[in-house]
C-alpha cells in the first residue's frame, strides 16, 4: 500500500501549520500523540509498546481527564485511517474540482468480468488513451494513493478517476471491457 505521510515540520506540526500535533512519551507504557481540534476539543491515540492503540478523548473542562478510552486492534486502527485518509483525499480533489473548469473526479468499479482483473493498470493505457489519470484505488478497506503501472487489479476494486468528461466515460469504458477468455 502506498501511503504518503503528510509534511512534518520540525516543531511537531503536520502540514503547512494547521493542526498541532503535540508527542509525550510515556516511560513503560509507549508514546501518545494529542491534538486540539478547531473546535477546542482534546484526542489524542496513546500507541502502546506491545502494539495496541487507544484512541483517547478528553474532558473539554479538563484537559487531563479522559472521557472516553476506545481500545482500537490493528485492524480498527487501519481501517479508521483510512476512512479518515479517504475523505480527506476525496474532499481534495472534489476542491480541485471546483477550481479546474472542465475537471471531473468520479469514481468507477472494476467488474468481475473486466479483462483487467488480474493485470497491472499500465496495461489499461488510460491515460495515453484517455487523458484521464487513476489517482487512487479503493479496495475493501485500503487505500491505494497513486497507484503506479504494476497495481493490479482485482474484482471490486473502486478506481478513483480525475479527468474531464469524455475523458472519465473512455475510463470507464475500458475498465469494463470484458475479458475474451472469461
Do not use: K, W
Amino acid at each position: 500500500m502506498n501511503r504518503v505521510p503528510a509534511p512534518r515540520s520540525t516543531d511537531g506540526t503536520v502540514g503547512p501549520v494547521r493542526v498541532r500535533v503535540e508527542q509525550t512519551a510515556l516511560p513503560g507504557i509507549g508514546v501518545r500523540h494529542d491534538l486540539v481540534t478547531t473546535s477546542g476539543r482534546r484526542l489524542g491515540v496513546v500507541t502502546h509498546r506491545n502494539g495496541r492503540r487507544d484512541l483517547v478523548l478528553y474532558d473539554p473542562d479538563d484537559p487531563d481527564s479522559c472521557t472516553a478510552d476506545i481500545p482500537l486492534t490493528d485492524d480498527e486502527a487501519e481501517a479508521l485511517a483510512d476512512i479518515l485518509g479517504a475523505s480527506l483525499m476525496l474532499g481534495q480533489l472534489s476542491g480541485l474540482r471546483q477550481q479546474a473548469a472542465g475537471l471531473l473526479t468520479e469514481q468507477v468499479s472494476i467488474p468481475a468480468g473486466s479483462r483487467y482483473v488480474g493485470r497491472p493498470l499500465g496495461d489499461t493505457q488510460t491515460r495515453t488513451r484517455t487523458g484521464a489519470s487513476i489517482v487512487a484505488v479503493l479496495r475493501e478497506r485500503e487505500v491505494i494513493a497513486s497507484p503506479d503501472p504494476t497495481f493490479r487489479f482485482e474484482a471490486g476494486d473502486v478506481v478513483v478517476v480525475v479527468g474531464t468528461r469524455q475523458g472519465l466515460d473512455g475510463v470507464t469504458a475500458i475498465l469494463a471491457e470484458a475479458d475474451p477468455d472469461g
